[in-house]
Nanobody, 125 residues
Framework: QVQLVESGGGLVQAGGSLRLSCAAS????????LGWFRQAPGKEREFVAA????????RYVDSVKGRFTISRDNAKNAVYLQMNSLKPDDTAVYYC??????????????????WGQGTQVTVSS
């Protein structure tokens, strides 16, 4: 079992940066692949990025490639999402998710078993 808690959201101007963090509890954190999703008002939850258990592989949705970077620190039981060159379209609640499949890089919500409560990111134009 893994519990996830996101932080780092906030209000930023277009072109700015934010770094989201997701703290995880559980002794087997290093066995889990992790993902970030986002959901804007009135829209479906959207895949953003994923990282394998060792951090050796990552995956991104096309709209954030070159702007966002997912990383993890297994010693700290944490996963991060560095977001640069933010756009108003990035405004959403961002969620951290985990799957016990170490090599999982799924881009669908049902690929993940555990979810955090979300953190709001608002990008003003």
């Amino acid at each position: 079992q893994v519990q996830l808690v996101e932080s780092g959201g906030g209000l930023v101007q277009a072109g700015g940066s934010l770094r989201l963090s997701c703290a995880a509890s559980g002794r087997t954190f290093s066995n889990y692949a992790l993902g970030w999703f986002r959901q804007a008002p009135g829209k479906e939850r959207e895949f953003v990025a994923a990282i394998t258990s060792t951090g050796g592989s990552t995956r991104y949705v096309d709209s954030v490639k070159g702007r966002f970077t997912i990383s993890r620190d297994n010693a700290k039981n944490a996963v991060y999402l560095q977001m640069n060159s933010l756009k108003p379209d990035d405004t959403a609640v961002y969620y951290c998710a985990a799957t016990p499949i170490p090599l999982g890089l799924g881009n669908r919500a049902h690929d993940y078993d555990y979810w955090g409560q979300g953190t709001q990111v608002t990008v003003s134009s």
